[in-house]
């Protein structure tokens, strides 16, 4: 069984920022990596968003990763990649209202539309995420794997919404990696917090229990058998409760420790794609990565992956040949030291080059 090493972290993790290059060049030895990389086109999007929960900073994430290098990097190891920009938030949305909200003075003095269960800023998170996922439709029309840089997990239900709708004849199964399932409903939620709630949107089962913008927006795509978690360790009553009834399978860190890693990814594969021919959607929140690796998110929960039981999670994703969208999300440079802020974008980047190239990128 594997051992747990998490011990005295944090003078490495100074060495290895001050070490690491924002970018880096062609050598010799990374010729035969372009070589391998050659044919995968990738678009990067940026969804600075962050009304889905209440820390400032977590916009910034997009711009923190992309301060990593990793489009210079990609490129110097052979993939076509291009850069979408950014989805930004458009302020007319904002103020929108409809007849069940409540208007209410936000603590970041903008305003505050409480969705009819309470989701807060309903209006906005779900308008954001329309214009998202036609985005994301983009980018796969153009044939492309999705990147989306968040931004909060609010963006997942965009980012799901687009990849499964641009899909429509295969069905795009998920694999949300996570310290928590983000699987709440306005009515089941502590927090009222839009990023606790993306999951179930997607969720055919529980779609009729969330209210959805006028024209329907999102639609959900995903049976109960096409959703499977891994990193778990913060789950709420209500959560549970859904995970127990609908027999999603969800692997915790409990599992982790008892199965390997590896053993547990294998699992989920299987079980969302039996014969691998379904797109894979991995949606990975950096809180799923112990704090020690990623200290700069709005949720933090201790005893997480660690960076290589991370990598192992998107490498075996990516080996399965039919990853078609990945979001990264919930990296907050606000929170923490500036050395906190660059571990967790590095952690960041180190995960998506995983995800898209291997284990031999750096
Ligand atoms: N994407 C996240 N970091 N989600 C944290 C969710 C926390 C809690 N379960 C809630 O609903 O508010
Ligand atoms: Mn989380
Ligand atoms: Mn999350």
Known sequence: MAVRVLCSRQALRLCS??????TSSSSSSSLGLQQSNRGLRVGFLGAPFNKGQRRAGVSEGPQAVKDTGIITTLHDLGVD???????????????????????????????LYLGPNGERHFQTVLTYNQRLSSKVGEVLKDGRLCVTVGGDHSIAIGTIHGHAHSNPEHQVVVLWVDAHADLNTGTSSPSGNMHGMPAAFHITNLSSR?????????????ATTHL????????????????????????GMREVDRLGVREV?????????????????VSFDIDALDPLEAPSTGTPVRGGLTMREGLVVVEEARA???????????VNPHLGTPTDAAYTA????????????GGDSQ
């Open 320 to 330: 399965g040949g039919h990853m078609g969208a990945l979001d990264l999300v919930e």
């Open 228 to 251: 499977a978690y891994i990193g778990l360790r913060d789950v709420d009553k209500g959560e549970r409760a859904f995970l127990d009834q609908l027999g999603i399978v969800n692997y």
């Open 210 to 222: 969330h209210a959805k913008l006028q024209d329907g927006f999102p639609q959900a795509s995903l």
């Open 346 to 357: 590095h952690a960041a980047k180190e995960i998506i080059m995983g995800a898209l190239v």
């Open 81 to 111: 990649v291009r850069d979408y920009g950014d989805v930004e938030l458009d302020n007319n949305n904002n103020n929108h209202n409809n007849n069940h909200s409540k208007q209410l003075t936000d603590d970041v003095s903008d305003s």
């Open 265 to 281: 990814v294998a699992r989920c594969l299987d079980h969302l794609s039996p014969s691998n021919t379904r797109p894979l959607h």
């Open 17 to 22: 920022v001050l070490a690491s290059p924002s």
